[in-house]
Nanobody
Framework: QVQLAESGGGLVQAGGSLRLSCAAS????????MSWYRQAPGEQRGLVAS???????NYADSVKGRFTISRDNAKNTVYLQMNSLKPEDTAVYYC????????WGQGTQVTVSS
């Protein structure tokens, strides 16, 4: 059973940075594409960034140039470096294997104040 544990969220001022981490208990982590999603209050959960098993990355237009997704296969961990944060980035952030249906983790709250 896959378990996902997101961490690293917090309260930051606009223009600041945060680094999110997601530890995944998956035996085949290194061959799985992984994604970060976010859900703001009153909105549906949406894709933020993805990284393939070979390191290919994709980003939502709203975060391009500000966010960077990366992975450490030795630690079964995927990261999301978030720079130049804006109030509209405020949301609960989740990670998940991109193409595998698994239960969502608890997420990590990111709050950006103006």
């Amino acid at each position: 059973q896959v378990q996902l544990a997101e961490s690293g969220g917090g309260l930051v001022q606009a223009g600041g940075s945060l680094r999110l981490s997601c530890a995944a208990s998956m035996r085949d982590f290194s061959v799985r594409a992984m994604s970060w999603y976010r859900q703001a209050p009153g909105e549906q959960r949406g894709l933020v960034a993805s990284i393939g098993s070979g390191g290919t990355t994709n980003y939502a237009d709203s975060v391009k140039g500000r966010f960077t997704i990366s992975r450490d296969n030795a630690k079964n961990t995927v990261y999301l470096q978030m720079n130049s944060l804006k109030p509209e980035d405020t949301a609960v952030y989740y990670c998940k294997p991109t193409y595998v249906s698994v239960a969502w983790g608890q997420g990590t709250q990111v709050t950006v104040s103006s």
